[in-house]
């Protein structure tokens, strides 16, 4: 892309942002950097400013679930998001964290961890490692504000480069694989609506661990014959009735089981994986790289997620240590906007399976990005993590 239409490209974004009131008062949320109004800065010719350091913001944002969303443990019908963007020599990335109560994290957590930040520090932002490694140094834990960074950045290098991380990557987009869309826990008349809903989808992810999960599958095949998978989100706690629910959803069409008992039951899962039908899908057990080691052998494959792991860069390194211990790959997320989802359907061609529904769970997204066509992630060709 030339560098006028790169210009444009930005400059378009930064109308459609402005046009949602993204970071209202600037000057109160930016940190680090010459703080340089966008459109001033890109009318100069190159070369006649020095080289400033990067220029982090964020603005907290909530989520609108369309539907109450159940889990085993847990219900609610929003998610508190921190929306994050990077700017540098006249290019914008954007960034997001999304955190649900159960993971610990807040936007009180993420604005005090990004107000801690000193990006100003880094000229040169295709120094991922030195500069991911401050990030992730600066204070323990803060996984998804700390993603928020990474996805931010890696959407500006993107950019600046003008080619999507998908094909940074070398993956081809014709190999991201369907996504499954999630059908939580809910009264029979729901989940038969939900179901008639989610008619585009080629499979669909069902929420168990609780005492009518035989129930919630017959009333879901009572309308579809479409390939299920069960995230039992370690709501199953005796092996030998895991291992007869496994061999019985085998018969109902079921592709794989995600994280059936507790985290720490970790020998149980370990024969549950040797002696079920379907594979076995680790979630709750592992969030970052050094967690992979513990599921080798005990799981048949992980789900990485970008909000557990801190971004794309460790997710990448996640899916070449699965793959080089003969592991499945699935890509998840959370409740998030198209933002996250677009950043997490990068790395999709490279996973087995794809659970990248977030954005579709929601009623208010700033953005557009990766799109579910007949079921398939189907990435564009925008530079970075190709949102718009
Ligand atoms: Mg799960």
């Known amino acids: 892309m030339l560098k006028v239409e790169k210009l444009l490209f930005e400059r378009n974004i930064t109308m459609k942002i402005n046009r949602r009131n993204f970071v209202k008062n ?42 109450v969303f159940t889990l085993a443990s847990s219900s609610r019908s929003t998610t508190p998001v921190m929306l994050t963007k990077i700017e ?33 520090q880094f000229s040169d932002p295709f120094c991922l490692d030195e500069i ?42 014709e190999n991201a694989p369907d996504t499954s869309f999630t059908i939580g826990i809910d009264t029979n008349e729901v989940i038969i609506q939900k179901v008639k809903e989610a008619s585009e989808f080629n499979i669909l992810k069902v929420k168990l661990g609780r005492d009518n ?32 629910m496994v061999f019985y959803l085998k018969e109902k069409g079921i592709v794989f089981v995600e994280q059936p008992m507790p985290k720490e039951m970790l020998d149980e899962i370990a024969w549950l994986t040797q002696n079920a039908p379907l ?23 992980i789900n990485i997620k970008l909000m557990k792991c801190t971004g794309m860069r460790e997710a990448h390194k996640m899916i070449t240590l699965a793959r080089a211990n003969q592991m499945k790959v699935m890509i998840g997320c959370m409740t998030e906007t198209s933002c996250a989802v677009s950043a997490a359907a990068q790395l999709s061609p490279k996973a087995d399976w794809a659970d990248l529904d977030g954005n579709l769970l929601i009623s208010n997204d700033p953005y557009s990005g990766m799109k579910v066509i007949n079921g398939k992630i189907t990435l564009n060709n925008l530079p970075g993590i190709g949102i718009y």
């Open 88 to 120: 540098f020599d006249g290019f914008i990335g954007y960034g997001e964290a999304s955190m649900p109560p159960y993971l610990g994290e807040t936007q009180q957590s993420a604005g005090k961890f990004l107000s801690a930040l000193v990006l100003g």
């Open 26 to 67: 600037t000057s109160l949320l930016t940190l680090g950097g010459l703080v340089l109004p966008h459109s001033s800065y890109s009318i100069m010719k190159k070369g006649s400013l020095p080289k400033k350091g990067l220029k982090l913001s964020f603005e907290p944002y909530r989520l609108q679930l369309k539907h």
């Open 132 to 173: 991911l490694e401050y990030v992730d140094n600066s204070a323990p834990g803060n996984s998804a504000a700390k993603a928020s960074v990474d996805i931010a950045l890696h959407d500006l290098i993107g950019k600046i480069i003008g080619l999507p991380w998908h094909k940074l990557w070398g993956f081809s987009s």
């Open 213 to 244: 999960d035989k129930e919630m599958i017959e009333t879901i095949r009572s309308v579809t014959d479409v390939p299920l998978c069960v995230d039992v989100n370690q709501g199953w706690k005796d092996k030998k009735k895991a291992l007869d």
């Open 279 to 301: 594979p076995i899908i680790a979630d709750e057990a592992l969030q970052r790289l050094t967690d992979v080691q513990s599921t080798i052998g005990a799981y048949s494959g």
